[in-house]
């Protein structure tokens, strides 16, 4: 799947990394590659989902193949 977003610091616990759309929808990115960890960038990546458990309780589980910015 195609994602555009804004790189966004989820502040919940130890914290993780996620993508917000202009819609809205919520992704949290497992493997967020260094270059994105940057709040407020805009992004666009593909993913794909991750079943997995996790302690976040914040939107959903996606593993980062490739990326724009």
Same mark, same amino acid.
């Not at 804004?6 to 616990?13: A, L, P």
């Not at 959903?60 to 193949?65: C, F, G, R």
């Given at each position: 799947m195609?994602?555009?977003g804004?790189?966004?610091?989820?502040?919940?616990?130890p914290g993780c990394w996620g993508i917000i759309t202009n819609?809205?929808?919520e992704y949290r990115v497992v493997n967020m590659p260094q270059q994105l960890k940057d709040e407020g960038k805009t992004v666009? =990546? !593909?993913a794909r989902p991750v079943d997995e458990m996790?302690?976040?309780q914040w939107g959903?589980?996606?593993? =980062? !193949?490739t990326f724009e910015t």
């Open positions: 195609k994602i555009t804004k790189v966004t610091k989820v502040n919940i616990g819609s809205g929808k666009t =990546v !593909t996790s302690i976040f959903e589980a996606v593993k =980062v !193949t």
